[in-house]
Structure formats: structure tokens, C-alpha cells
């Protein structure tokens, strides 16, 4: 059974970089999306972006000129970075594993909260 | 950038009844990637349709999705204790959106 958690900093300096990274255990990432979300109260569900097993990444319009997701298949996993965070970037953010999005996001990590402060 | 309106926002049902949600596209959309979620409280979003009409694995055969182009439909046909939660609309164009959602309650 495929298993994603998100490990990295649960806090975070204002203007510094957000960095997780997904580990995945019980399967292989390879042929597979890696994607990243966020979530808030006042937003709601967000999409961060994907990243594929050959490199080849998709953004959020809205964070592209921030974000910068990466993959490992040697070591089974994904990583996000978020330059120049404010409070606003403050979340709890999950990762996911899909095959192509046809067949919906079907395997995710349990999230875990950053939270943008000084 | 297609944006997707869930209604009702909040329903409020007995168990055993039927609960039908909405997600209407702002314009028309390729119904392969047109997918709806479940989210409990403190959880991660759980995958329960995917292609407008598919179910996932293990998604009891109590919800049902249907609909096209614009209008789409979650339904759960006699509803559980469990299926408090809100539900969400997920669409894949070149970029991926999610509808506001809506909640469930069971009374």
C-alpha cells in the first residue's frame, strides 16, 4: 500500500524559502505525477503543482514566479520549495501521487502545517 | 481559466435520504478530468469519482457522478452517518481547480 508524508520545517521566517519534501513508501514513483497542495480556511483547496517522474513540471499560475518542485526517483521522492513566503503562504499542505490526472489524485499524505511567522 | 461553483453550500439531511450536489463549470469542460473529493475534518481529500462518472477503488456504490460540458452532479443515494464531510469538485484543464465545496451534514 502507497504511503506519502510530508516532512520539513513547520515554520517559517516571512520573505525566507518554504521547503517539504514527500517521501514515498510502498510503491515506486516512477510513471507517476507528484503533486503539491495547500490549504486554508479562507482559501480553501489549492493546487501547487506537479512534477512527473522525467522532470517535467506544471505550476499554479498564481505561484509560478515561486515555486519550485523536483523529483528523486532514486530515493522515491518529491520536494517543494516557496521563495519570499508571507503570512498569506501559511497552510497546511499535502502531497500527492496519481497516475495521469484522467484517473483523479487517489493517494495523498496525511498535510502538515507550515505556518509563515517571525 | 475554468471556474467551478459548488451548490448548495451547507445540506442538511436525515440518514437514509438522498443528497445531490452541484459543480457548474464556467465553461465547457472535457469531462475525463472532472473529478470529486471527500474530505473529513482533520484528513487529507479522499478521491471518490474520477471522469465525471467513475468510481474509485472501494468508493461504496451509494455515490454516483454524472453530468457533462458544464453541469455536473455528485450523488449519494441513501446517506450514512459517515458521509458527513464536505465534498469537493476538482477540474484538470491547464491548470487544476477545485470547486468552494459543500458540506454535508447528516441529522
Known sequence: QVQLQESGPRLVKPSETLSLTCIVSGGSLSLYYGSWFRQTPGKGLEWIGYVKYSG????????????????????????????????????????????????GVDVWGQGTTVTVSS | EVVLTQSPGTLSLPPGERATLSCRASQN??????AWYQQKPGQAPSLL???????????????????????????ISRLEPEDSAVYYCQYYGSYLNFGGGSRVEIQ
Open chain 1, 56 to 103: 517535467r513540471t506544471n505550476y499554479n499560475p498564481s505561484l509560478k514566479d515561486r515555486v519550485t518542485l523536483s523529483v528523486d526517483t532514486s530515493r522515491n521522492q518529491f520536494s517543494l520549495r516557496l521563495t519570499s513566503v508571507t503570512a498569506a503562504d501559511s497552510a497546511v499542505y499535502y502531497c500527492a501521487r496519481s497516475a495521469d490526472y484522467s484517473y
Open chain 2, 29 to 34: 469542460v472535457n469531462n475525463i478530468y472532472l
Open chain 2, 49 to 75: 469519482i474520477y471522469g465525471a462518472s467513475s468510481r474509485a477503488t472501494g468508493v461504496p456504490d451509494r455515490f454516483g457522478g454524472s453530468g457533462s460540458g458544464t453541469d455536473f452532479t455528485l450523488t
